[in-house]
Structure formats: C-alpha cells, structure tokens
C-alpha cells in the first residue's frame, strides 16, 4: 500500500502540500541531502521511495541496525560508478540515528562530491543524533503524527485495493470499527495496517468482522469516541469540572477515559494548563509551573511514561486551592478596554527619549517606584476616566489570601496618600 504519487500520499501537507518546500524540490528535480524526522508509521520510507521514483533515482535502502562502514565504503564505490554513468543514486538510510560518529563521518566525502543523494530517516532529534557537519549538508523535514481522519482514508484505500490491498478478501467493517482502528494506531499508519490485517485474517468465511472480533484483535476494550465530535467535549468538559470541584478520583477516572480511547496527549495537557490559570490561578501559583513541567514531560517521554505525569498534574490540580480572581479581573479589564473609549497613555507613564517629547512633558510627573520608601507612590497609572477603578479582587484561598492582604494595603496606602494630597 505504499503511496505511487505524491496525492496518494497521506498527511504532511506542511511540506508536501502544494508551493511546499519538499514538494517544490521533488516537481523541480532539485533534490539534496535531506533528514526526515518524525515518529513510527508516518510514511518517512515511503516518501524517500516516492522521491526517488518521482525524481528518476536508483533507490539503495540502507539499514543502520544490519550494516557498518564495510557495507557504506561498497555501496558508496557502486554509487560513484553509476554517477559516471550519468546515474544518480538515493541511499535511503533508516534508523540513521544508531550510527555511531565514525559511521556517520564515512557518509561525508560522497555526500559532499554528490555521488548520492543522502536520505536518513529518524524517529530522534537530528540536533543530538546526527553529526553536525552531515546535518549542515542535509535539510531537515519534521514529520508529523498521521491524525485519525488520514489513518482512516489510508485503512478505506486498503480496504478497496484488489492488487496491493485486501479487496479481494471482500471485509465486512463498519466506518466505526475503522474509526476505531484509526484512533487505537494513534498517528502510526503501520499500526493501523497491522489490525486490519489480523482482523481480516479472523473475520468470518463471508467477511464479517462483529465488533467483539475487532476488541478481540486489538486485545482491549475500545473506548472510542470522535474526536472531533460531541463525546470528546464531553469528556473534555468532566475532566475540566472535576478539577474544578476539587475532586481528584473522578479527574482520574475521566482523564484515564480519554487516554484509552487514544486522545491526543498534549490536547489534553494543554487543557490542563488552562485550568491551572483559569481556575486556580494565583490562590496556588505553582500550579502553573506544574503544569507547564508536564507537558514538558508528555512532550519529552512520549506514550506511555507521558501519561504518568498527566494523571499527576490532575491530582495536582484537583486538590490545589482554588480562584477565578486573575480570569475574572482580565475579562472584566478586557470588557472595559472594548466599550470604553481609548484614552491617550497618561504622559507621566510615557517615555521621552528626545528632546522634543520631554519639551511636550512626555515623563513628567513620573515616579519611580524604588526610588521610594516601600516602594509604593501615589503615581496614578490609569487614564483618568477610570482612576481608582479596581479589576482584580484576590479570593481568600491559599496563597491568594496572602495577596489580598498585601493588595488591600497597597490600594489604602494610596487612597490616603492622595486623599491627602488632595486636601492640601
């Protein structure tokens, strides 16, 4: 099933699609040295294959787990040979992030003299695993994970194919088993190949592949539900409220619904970076931290040690004091700066870097905090249509009390302060 052009390939539209670096490269036959890097089953063979066809190349698939240096010094002499000849030559090198240094540095002087055109293939950071003078000689294109909706077209096309397919085996399945098939290969394409071949070597004499056949395949219950469908929010939105409400058992019990059912795991890390400034905001502000260490963390360790730190930022965050203050006080300065008129920049908060802006008194009147006793002044820093208006009133929980008080007495210092001024 792999692609035999480039519209029949899936996914990667961000290099592929039309105008696309890479797409651009292969219609005009420029092609150099190039890195692709991304993760499992996202088709970086296939595409090296499809470039070599499309371009007219010999193709030498290369491994890096079976060969050494003897092997690269053998296949790079054919490649000079065939360079003469007026050949040109894609060596294909898988995995190329197992080469060790020496091995890498063998690749140099035939890159270099354009006896091949290198293609390596990586699931790891090319920064850390490929050599810097291989990497200053070669392009590097980031392969994304396949979403649901390619993986599901890719098992459709598989299902149809007679020759290269499975469509002489005629398989009975539903769009919500490939729905499922789909979500449970989470973005890796020969996963999903790989369930459908055993369930079309389970189904029945006539095709029938029952849902219980599927789960048996897959050896685990399908918890599906479409991403980008009504389920999915449902689910978003338990997750959320049980943050919210203080309750870290059914946190866990939704958040862990969401990652059988194949979710997204950074989706679901960002959401919790929502909830940690949306609803518990400066009452804890180490939540925040927390959350943004985890989805470093998901994003770092990948399925399934990832998952660990999702479920301990919701216990975190489920049990972590809760307030709405910081959301509420932007909305509610948000709301003002849209209906409200847009009034000039108070010249005391303006900066005067020429002489003519300091003659119009840009700057004048300013105060500079630390120059003051406490480092408080009686400076006001709003337009004067809205002076002593107040957006953020601070709740009485966790370290957002100890804020409330420190605010309460900064806004009656200067209260008195310029009720005084005032006065004289």
Known sequence: MRPQSLEEYAGQEHILGPGKPLRAQIERDQLTSMILWGPPGVGKTSLARLIARLTRCDFVPFSAVTSGIKEVRAVMAEAEHNRRLGRRTVLFVDEIHRFNKAQQDAFLPYVEQGDVILIGATTENPSFEVISALLSRSKVYTLRALNPDEIAMLLRRALEDKERGLGARHLRITDEQIRQIAVYANGDARAGYTVLELLAAAAGEDGTAPAQLLEDVIQRKMLLYDKSGEEHFNLISALHKSVRSSDPDAALYWLARMLEAGEDRLYIARRLVRMAIEDIGLADPRALEQAIAAQQCVHFLGIPEGDQALAQ????????????????????????????????????????????????GYHEGYQHAHQFEGGLTEMECMPPSLAGTEFYHPSNRGVEARIGERLAEIRKWKRERRAGRERE
């Open 313 to 360: 930022l919701a216990i975190y965050l489920a049990v972590a004091p809760k307030s709405d203050a910081a959301y509420t006080a932007l909305a509610a300065a948000s709301e003002r700066a849209r209906h409200a008129l847009a009034e000039p920049v108070p010249m005391q908060l303006r900066n005067a870097p020429s002489p003519l802006m300091k003659e119009l």
